[in-house]
DNA sequence: AGCACGCCGACT
DNA sequence: GTCGGCGTGCTC
């Protein structure tokens, strides 16, 4: 075939031809990571508008892509482009400030155009089209309904302010409303009146016809927000979060798409609905970590809520009464603007008093241990200090509820042979298999993997032992101490789904339960107004992470998970049980002192130039090869050291690593890792471009002897 | 992800 | 001289 002739040309010339329409698409396809082009055929050309759906042929296949912009060529030029095949949409989809967000999400947290696009578009729609069948429901058409006759639809009713807001709350209002639109970090203890604050401010803009986006960190908590904010303002609210079914996940977008709706409420993904008029963004406890999606693409949805904020001149409130200290280190360089609700609202009661139980004192009472001993079953010592039980055992008799906390699943973490030492591991990942006496197995918490309890040693037939604690062996406890009290478990493994969740808090608030048991799940914001005693089995657990935010966590979780407690009439008790009574984590939980917290870790972290004060990014390689692994990722650690002498950016960089991954192996993946950090955002992408731009790793991830995945801004360092 | 292209050895 | 192996690279 012959190459194109070169045609020349002058200005006057190219003016006369006929003009054609090319548009640009994104595809949602694993490989391509930006856009195609195509042409538009002509009784097309009115039509196709950024954010419209069109089908597309790629190959010798068809897609559904997104527009994502169009200019107008010379059809001498368009000649070269295959057209697109058909428009879906009569309105764009997606409106330009969700195209631009969507560029920005790709660019900044390096994942393909085409998959951050895929955050936008209703189920179904994305996938690969083997015979283009679009249902005429999928359409999103031009007729609209207005928002007066839609909230006619629903019959709701708004509910008055109540009476007083406190001068706090008032203050942090007049603030948000009066000035121009800003982004603001609403920092209150539990009970402070966060929520009202997010209300009144909706309700503002609701006058003003402006949309308002909610967002929180788990389905679970869409429930308590969602009926305040229908009673309060008064309209339908849209629910998203990935538990919806497609049909309604697809119902919900197109409400919002064609302006039918204008309160969202959801987890994560919510961010990329379709909003019209988006006028506030509210992130609900915003140093949730799962607030970082943890696959591709890795975006974090506080920071991806500010950057759509400002996109759509839009208010951003993120809430919290522990804020991160990413959110606080942007009150410093004054991106944030901090509004404080020092005190709990008029009516809740006093926060309560915390107590430490240092574990290590009980080697003290070795002599009454034992006789704790024999009165339970018989096994090793007591998880439950002598001042917990007392407290349960009061809060028992006094027809209250209890919640006991631990971080941990199952029964007991490692099962091990006394005479050998052999301890059960997962064959596929590297971590110890947890003992389950419910169901007398042993699983894999990485993979899933299960086998039968090992009695005996597989390596030399004498007994084993199970070692370490876990919520299971709690509940046991407990039953055991208490025989009529009625317990409960909140993890993952009693609770699999929202509606068993939503039945076991409805349980618990009715008082079904006397003691519920629990993990992280448990610390989240849920309201038990007859909870009057928490106690914190280990408080140890978080602080042996092998990541640099585990005293943050820690700290977090001790201060929610006693913001549990004295939600009602009665006071309330919190007991921490740790054999670090002294770690500054566990101290600041214990008189609530987020401040002090805050100023000792800032120091560490700005010693150590770790996040917030550098920009990061881990960088992993992963292989079923584990040579290949080590190999390729001391590569790109070599190489990308040449990369910064070279380029002479030593001083505002480092590379820590190749190390193994602290799960080394898991799901058959060894896996090594790199964390860099860099001054600013700029180096940061550079040198991921260079990691990108390496021949021989793009070689062995093509022909998939290796996988390499790149989180910017990480929060999980496994 | 597919699918074509192209450069090597075994066959008619 | 031709068929087909799969390694490599592209998809507007």
Not at 156 to 176: D, M, R, W
Not at 373 to 379: D, L, N, P, Q, Y
């Amino acid at each position: 075939m012959t190459a194109p002739l070169p045609i020349p040309t002058n200005d006057t010339a190219r003016a006369e031809e006929p003009v054609q329409m090319q548009v640009q698409v994104a595809v949602p396809l694993f490989a391509i990571s930006g856009e195609l082009s195509y042409s538009v055929p002509t009784e097309l050309a009115t039509q196709a508008i950024p954010g419209m759906r069109v089908i597309i042929p790629v190959g010798k296949r068809k897609f559904v892509g997104v527009i994502t912009a169009n200019n107008h060529i010379s059809s001498v030029d368009g000649t070269r482009l295959r057209p697109i095949e058909q428009i879906l949409d009569e309105l764009p989809l997606l409106s330009p400030e969700q195209i631009e967000l969507c560029r920005f999400v790709a660019s900044y947290y390096v994942a393909p155009f085409g998959e951050v696009i895929k955050l936008c578009l209703p189920p179904g729609t994305q996938a690969l089209l083997k015979t283009a069948k679009i249902g005429k429901k999928a359409k999103l058409k031009a007729a609209s309904h207005s928002h007066s006759q839609h909230a006619a639809q629903s019959g709701l009713v708004a509910e008055a302010s109540p009476a007083t807001l406190s001068p706090h709350q008032n203050t942090a209002i007049s603030t948000i409303l009066t000035n121009p639109p800003g982004a603001y970090l609403l920092e209150g203890v539990t009970g402070s009146g966060k929520t009202q604050v997010y209300l009144e401010v909706a309700r503002a803009l609701l006058a003003k016809g402006l949309s308002s986006l909610f967002i929180v960190p788990e389905i679970a908590l869409t429930e308590q927000l969602l009926a305040r904010l229908q009673a309060f303002l008064g309209e339908p609210v849209v629910l998203l979060h990935s538990n919806l079914t497609p049909a309604a996940r697809r119902e919900a977008l197109f409400t919002l798409a064609t302006g039918n709706a204008r309160i969202v409420l959801g987890a994560r993904s919510a961010l990329f609905a379709p909003v019209k008029n988006l006028g506030l963004i509210v992130v609900d406890e915003e140093h949730e970590p799962s607030f970082k999606q943890e696959e591709s693409p890795r975006y974090h949805a506080r920071d991806v809520a500010i950057y759509r904020a400002k996109l759509e001149s839009a208010i951003a409130i993120l809430g919290s009464a522990t804020p991160s200290l990413e959110s606080l280190y942007n009150v410093d360089c004054g991106k944030l603007t901090h509004l404080m609700l020092p005190e709990r609202v008029s009516g809740a009661r006093t926060l309560p008093k915390i107590e430490v139980v240092d574990l290590r004192a009980r080697k003290a009472h070795r002599q009454s241990q034992r006789e704790d001993r024999a009165k339970s079953e018989g096994s090793r010592i007591s998880i439950l200090s002598r001042p917990l039980k007392e407290a349960l055992a009061a809060c028992l008799a006094a027809k209250q509820q209890a919640l006991l906390f631990l971080n941990k699943r199952g029964y007991a973490g490692i099962v091990v042979c006394d005479t050998c030492g052999h301890m059960g591991m997962c064959k596929e990942c590297s971590v110890s298999l947890t003992y389950y006496k419910s169901k007398n197995a042993m699983l894999c918490h990485q993979c899933g993997h299960t086998e039968r309890a090992t009695e005996k040693c597989p390596e030399c037939s004498n007994d084993t032992v199970a070692l370490g604690l876990g919520t299971e062996r709690i509940e046991d406890e407990v039953r055991a101490l208490f025989p009529d009290a009625r317990t409960g478990r909140l993890d993952r493994d009693a609770v699999r789904d929202q509606s068993e969740l939503q039945e076991l808090l409805t349980q618990t608030q009715a008082g079904l339960i006397d003691v519920l048991i629990g993990t992280q799940m448990l610390a989240k914001g849920h309201h038990f107004p007859n909870v009057t005693l928490v106690g914190v089995v280990l408080a140890d657990t978080a602080l042996s992470m092998p990541d640099f935010r585990a005293a943050e966590r820690a700290f977090h979780t001790l201060v929610q998970v006693a913001g549990r407690a004295g939600r009602g009439d009665e006071p309330a008790r919190v007991i921490f049980q740790t054999f670090n009574p002294e770690h500054p984590a566990i101290g600041f939980a214990r008189t609530h002192d987020t401040e002090g917290f805050v100023a000792y870790e800032k120091a560490i972290r700005a010693a150590l130039k770790k996040p917030p004060f550098v920009r990061s990014a881990l960088v992993r390689v992963e292989s079923t090869d584990p040579r290949l692994a080590k190999q390729l990722a001391g590569l790109v650690a070599d190489d990308l050291r040449v990369h910064i002498a070279h380029t002479n950016v030593g001083a505002q960089c480092q590379v820590l690593g190749p190390a193994p991954a602290p799960y080394e192996k898991l799901r058959g993946f060894t896996r090594y890792h790199l964390f860099i950090s860099t001054l600013g955002s700029k180096l940061r992408s550079q040198l991921i471009a260079h990691i990108q731009n390496m021949d021989e790793l793009k070689k062995s991830v093509r022909q998939k002897r290796c996988r390499l995945i790149v989180d910017v801004d990480p929060v999980h360092m496994l």
